[in-house]
């Protein structure tokens, strides 16, 4: 199952969903025909820290006029989503933590240009024998202007689970990790969606480690070794001796 882990910029479009290679045989739910991609991954199991703050980037449609090509992107700690849609009893029974503004006017924040991986000649999923397989036969169309932003900084009163959904169609994602923030070393990092990457860790790696038997005076080509070094002097103090008594 793909995972996306830390980084802290996720691009949401939409793609085919890939029947059962794809969303069904991730989540064991039947989806219909679209779902969410993110930084490329289809539905991926996302990690994220608390106390890190999360830019998304949302190309999932802009006009609710046209609900097909309508989907805000947000995250709540519903595993179905679909808020918009809900009355407002149902609406009280879920929590949304990043995605809308509640002032005067319920406004979803994720919405921006429509992206979506398409298919090039029909749904030819079940031809391939992985979904990465299927997806390179994908093709990303764009319509034209600028992606939907909002921030996210998980806290201490974020569940370890919650969900990213579409606000207006159910069943177009997954799940979301909530960890403490990691202390004791750097997390890896995910370019272009990539495999993870751990940062160096400065000395990580080199052996500084020094033997028992040798000084590093540095400067002079090399290690003197501390044995050797005891034998040179041993033996000086022996040669000493002995001309002092010959005396």
């Given at each position: 199952?793909?995972?996306?882990?830390?980084?802290?910029?996720?691009?949401?479009?939409i793609?085919?969903?890939?029947?059962?290679?794809?969303?069904?045989?991730?989540?064991?739910t039947?989806?219909?025909?679209?779902?969410?991609?993110?930084?490329?991954l289809?539905?991926?199991?996302?990690?994220?820290f608390?106390?890190?703050?999360y830019?998304?980037?949302?190309?999932?449609?802009?006009?609710?006029?046209?609900?097909?090509?309508?989907?805000?992107?947000?995250?709540?700690?519903?595993?179905?989503?679909?808020?918009?849609?809900?009355?407002?009893?149902?609406?009280?029974?879920?929590?949304?933590?990043?995605?809308?503004?509640?002032?005067e006017?319920?406004?979803?924040?994720?919405?921006?240009?429509?992206?979506?991986?398409k298919?090039i000649?029909?749904?030819?999923?079940?031809?391939?024998d992985?979904?990465?397989?299927?997806?390179?036969?994908?093709e990303?169309?764009?319509?034209?202007?600028?992606?939907?932003?909002?921030?996210?900084?998980?806290?201490?009163?974020?569940?370890?689970?919650?969900y990213?959904?579409?606000?207006?169609h159910?069943?177009?994602g997954w799940?979301?990790?909530v960890?403490?923030?990691a202390?004791?070393?750097?997390?890896?990092?995910?370019?272009n969606?990539?495999?993870?990457?751990?940062?160096?860790?400065?000395?990580?790696?080199?052996d500084?480690?020094?033997?028992d038997?040798?000084?590093?005076?540095?400067?002079?080509?090399?290690?003197?070794?501390?044995?050797?070094?005891?034998?040179?002097?041993?033996?000086?103090?022996?040669f000493?001796?002995?001309?002092?008594?010959?005396?």
């Open positions: 199952r793909p995972v996306l882990e830390h980084t802290t910029t996720i691009n949401a479009r793609g085919q969903s890939g029947s059962e290679k794809g969303y069904a045989g991730i989540t064991g039947a989806g219909w025909g679209i779902a969410w991609y993110l930084n490329g289809l539905i991926p199991n996302v990690t994220v608390r106390g890190t703050t830019t998304f980037k949302v190309e999932g449609g802009e006009n609710p006029d046209n609900s097909a090509r309508y989907h805000p992107f947000y995250i709540s700690d519903n595993q179905r989503g679909g808020y918009l849609a809900k009355v407002e009893a149902a609406r009280q029974q879920e929590t949304v933590y990043a995605g809308f503004a509640f002032d006017d319920t406004k979803p924040l994720g919405v921006g240009r429509y992206c979506e991986y298919n000649r029909g749904d030819r999923s079940s031809e391939f992985s979904f990465e397989d299927y997806k390179s036969s994908l990303l169309e764009c319509d034209e202007g600028e992606a939907g932003s909002f921030t996210w900084t998980p806290d201490e009163n974020t569940p370890d689970i919650v990213y959904q579409c606000a207006t159910q069943f177009l799940s979301m990790q960890k403490d923030a202390t004791t070393s750097s997390p890896p990092v995910v370019i969606g990539g495999p993870s990457v751990n940062p160096p860790i400065p000395g990580e790696g080199e500084n480690s020094q033997d038997d040798s000084l590093n005076f540095g400067g002079l080509n090399g290690d003197v070794h501390t044995s050797a070094a005891l034998r040179l002097i041993m033996g000086a103090l022996s000493t001796i002995l001309v002092i008594f010959s005396l």
